[in-house]
């Protein structure tokens, strides 16, 4: 289930060992865009309106939610590289231009790695 996997992206934000699938990726990033458009289209009407005051608190808990995603996105593209059998320190270049679109490219493409036992 879709909102299962969102669940274990929560639960495992401190977790760098275990894997991820590509299925459970792919359903975690639906849903966080879901959510943030969401919000966007939220915001994006309140500003167009007359509320001052309520579209600026609506900013400041996009920006919170944002920053919240941060931990568990990054334990989220490590596991993904454990899966694929990559080195799990490549999911630092995600935070460079450019390249970090081509990691979750890859993490979306690449198939999972068979294991030994």
Sequence with gaps: ?????????WKKVFD????CTRKEFLEVQIVTFFIFFILSICLGVLEAG???IIAPVL???????ALAHVPPSISLVVRRFVDIGANKWYALLIVVPWVGLL???LCLILP???SNS
């Design 16 to 19: 760098y060992t275990s894997k």
């Design 103 to 105: 990691v979750g490219v």
């Design 50 to 52: 007359e509320s001052a």
């Design 1 to 9: 289930m879709i909102l299962a996997s969102y669940e274990q992206f």
């Design 59 to 65: 900013s400041f808990f996009v920006l919170i939610a």
């Design 112 to 114: 999972s790695k068979k």
